[in-house]
């Protein structure tokens, strides 16, 4: 067990299965370019737009760490092809709010192509990274998390990690995985570390974790709000309410079973999700829960979401779009039937 940070999990997930298996690629933007920026050694590369692949051209050359023109739907459908052919691609769409560019080759291409094969077929291999989430600076297009559109698509999974150890395992599991998966990593935990495991062992697609169990609420939540709910969580244990946080870690398929067992021991239900609130995550998670543990509530589910905005450019404007932690304490002060405190 060593400490890394969540950018440094992923690559090491890349590379441990590059090395594993001569069939995985990587590609995408500078991925294997960059390597006549000042500083950098003529056989590395930039490692993609924040560096998380930095290193492995350097390792395991550019026959497998494969620069692509800046045309999504060029290096997308490039790789679904790669995928179909029985390689496993890792390519990097970089933000998540491209993927409208690369659109008919996810939803018409890669997620269909093994159903319409009648399933006789290797599946379609592909994992795409990209990046969420708001903070950075970079804008209303390079800011969303609009996982909800791609999760309404079936034949694709989609995972969001909120720890370097959950970064690390869910990468290996996507690599292996036979189907696409969508591998959604926010920009605001790139820098945060923590415990990660050696060795190789996957975290299975599918399967939610408990972060923090509790007795009076649950709270879900998907990537970076984690870490919001973790911190409002301490502050509603002053107040005498324990909170038990899920993290999904996985959107697609949704472990609805362990969020289900959890809302059966606290009876009550908040979701956080840093996406728009409109056919969201969470308001399917809401939709989900009311319609199957119905009379195990004892208090209308809320959610805690950004507003029905883009993105504002603004630092203010931006750090007030994020959910915080006060926006969650204030939620389950108000499911609890507790006076909120101004």
Request: with cysteine; glycine share 10%.
């Amino acid at each position: 067990m060593r400490n890394l940070s969540f950018a440094d999990a992923i690559n090491e997930a890349i590379r441990l299965e590059m090395a594993r298996d001569p069939r995985v690629l990587v590609t995408g933007e500078d991925v294997s370019g960059g390597a006549t920026i000042p500083g950098f050694e003529r056989a590395d590369a930039w490692g993609g737009v924040f560096g998380v692949t930095r290193g492995l051209v350097a390792e395991f050359g550019r026959d497998r760490v494969i620069d692509t023109p800046i045309s999504e739907s060029a290096y997308i459908g490039a790789a679904i092809g790669a995928a179909a052919r029985g390689f496993r691609t890792v390519t990097e769409l970089q933000f998540l709010d491209f993927m409208g560019v690369c659109l008919d080759q996810i939803i018409n291409q890669a997620a269909k192509l093994h159903y319409a094969r009648g399933g006789d077929s290797p599946g379609i291999p592909i994992v795409i990274r990209a990046m969420i989430g708001a903070g950075s600076r970079a804008g209303s297009t390079q800011s969303q998390s609009h996982y909800s559109s791609v999760a309404h698509f079936p034949g694709l999974k989609v995972v969001a990690p909120a720890t370097p150890a959950d970064a690390k395992g869910l990468m290996i599991a996507a690599i292996r995985d036979r189907d696409p998966v969508f591998f959604l990593e926010n920009k605001a935990l790139y820098e945060t570390k923590g415990p990660v495991p050696d060795g190789d062992d996957p975290v299975p697609i599918g399967l939610a974790r408990v972060a923090r169990e509790g007795r009076d609420v649950t709270v879900v939540t998907i990537a970076r709000m984690l870490q919001v709910a973790e911190k409002a969580a301490a502050e509603l244990a002053e107040r005498g309410i324990e909170a038990e946080i899920v993290d999904v870690r996985t959107i697609a398929p949704l472990d609805l079973t362990t969020i289900l067992e959890s809302v059966g021991r606290t009876g009550r239900l908040v979701v956080v999700d840093e996406d728009t609130p409109r056919c969201s995550v969470a308001s399917d998670i809401v939709a989900l829960v009311s319609g199957r543990a119905f009379d195990r509530l004892t208090a209308a589910p809320r959610m805690v979401t950004a507003p029905h905005t883009p993105v504002p450019f603004a630092p203010v404007l931006e750090d007030a779009y994020i959910p915080g932690p006060d926006d969650v304490v204030r939620a389950v002060l108000e499911t609890v039937g507790q006076e909120v405190r101004a």
